[in-house]
């Protein structure tokens, strides 16, 4: 299975603040068709989780623009501009290009 | 609406089978993989398994961890997906979602839980 690293696992962020998390994975997740299959995942505690971001930079509908993805290959990262309450939780990134789609360990964003 | 309700969840012994069901409503079920998405206490996700299309023959797919213990199907006529699960081990016990994990929008669930232990 393709193996995800995400860094750093915990994030306390002052807010209004920015924020960034890390992804890496252990092969290429670019695909012919020239897409690139690296999603971020948002998980409030309590709740299910939802898509941010899908193919590395786009923005989920109603997801504020505040967030951003970026990278290539087998680097990623995503951004969060200004940290706002409703952004604590737990953020994974995903790669969708290998069966199975694997998740990376999450990253813990807590407001300091 | 979306909804995806996920149910069949419960306390079972080591080597016991329990099968989980979800119904769905809101969205062309039939046009969309369904994926069984676990997530132990305080732990991260794992995929544990996907039904594709009736287009594709129903195609299955497991995670390693769980192959030749879990059967993933679909009703379409129900919008609805199953998950059963034989030979249970203390360590698939978990919050289970159904999901659509690379769909568009919120396509998850918000799972049915499973604890496996005697």
């Known amino acids: 299975d393709v193996v995800m690293t995400q860094s750093p696992l915990s994030l306390p962020v002052t807010l209004g603040q920015p924020a960034s998390i890390s992804c890496r994975s252990d092969?290429?997740?670019?695909?012919?068709?020239?897409?690139?299959?690296l999603n971020w995942f948002h998980q409030r505690p309590g709740q299910s989780p939802r898509r941010l971001i899908y193919?590395?930079?786009n923005r989920e509908s109603g997801v504020p623009d505040r967030f951003s993805g970026s990278g290539s290959g087998s680097d990623f990262t995503l951004k969060i501009s200004r940290v706002e309450a409703e952004d604590v939780g737990v953020y994974y990134c995903?790669?969708?290009?290998?069966?199975?789609?694997?998740f990376g360990q999450g990253t813990k964003l807590e407001i300091k | 609406e979306v909804q995806l309700v996920e149910s069949g969840g419960a306390l079972v012994q080591p080597g016991g089978s329990l099968r989980l069901s979800c119904a769905t409503s809101?969205?062309?079920?039939?046009?969309?993989?369904m994926d069984w998405v676990r997530q132990a206490p305080g732990k991260g996700l794992e995929l544990v398994g996907r039904?594709?299309?009736?287009?594709?023959?129903?195609?299955?797919e497991y995670a390693a961890s769980v192959k030749g213990r879990f059967t993933i199907s679909r009703d379409d006529s129900k919008n609805s997906v199953y998950l059963q699960m034989n030979n249970l081990k203390p360590d698939d016990s978990a919050l289970y979602y159904c999901?659509?994990?690379?769909?568009?929008?919120?396509?998850w669930g918000r799972g049915t839980l499973v604890t496996v232990s005697s």
């Open positions: 193919q590395v930079s």
């Open positions: 092969q290429s997740l670019g695909h012919s068709d020239g897409n690139t299959y």
């Open positions: 999901a659509d994990v690379r769909a568009h929008g919120n396509l």
């Open positions: 039904v594709k299309l009736k287009t594709q023959n129903y195609i299955t």
């Open positions: 995903m790669q969708g290009l290998y069966w199975p789609d694997t």
């Open positions: 809101g969205f062309s079920f039939s046009d969309h993989w």
